[in-house]
C-alpha cells in the first residue's frame, strides 16, 4: 500500500461547511484513483489534512492530481488555503 498525507493551513470562514456539503462529492472523485483503497479527511483549527491510501505510487500520484484539480474548481473565496504540505511513502503499519 502506498499513501499520501496531505496538511494544508487556511485561513477565513467556511471550511466545516463546505466539507459537510461537498466533500462527498471528493471522496467519490478519489475513489475513481485507480488502486483506490481509502480516502479521509480531517479538519482542525486552522489546519486541513486529508490522507489517501492506494495500492501503489500511482495511484496516490493520480490523487494528488484529483486534489488540486478539486481545490481549484471548489474553494470559495471565504476561504484561504496554502498549498499542501504533502507526505508520501509506502504504509508500512495499518490496522
Do not use: K
Amino acid at each position: 500500500m502506498h499513501a499520501v498525507v496531505r496538511r494544508y493551513t487556511y485561513t477565513g470562514q467556511g471550511m466545516t461547511e463546505l466539507v459537510n456539503e461537498l466533500g462527498e462529492e471528493l471522496r467519490r472523485a478519489m475513489a475513481e484513483t485507480p488502486g483506490f483503497q481509502s480516502y479521509s479527511m480531517v479538519v482542525g483549527d486552522g489546519v486541513l489534512a486529508t490522507i489517501t491510501v492506494c495500492a501503489d505510487q500511482a495511484g496516490t500520484e493520480a490523487s494528488n492530481r484529483i486534489a488540486a484539480s478539486w481545490v481549484r474548481a471548489n474553494m470559495p473565496a471565504t476561504i484561504q488555503l496554502s498549498t499542501p504540505e504533502t507526505t508520501e511513502g509506502e504504509v508500512l503499519l495499518s490496522s
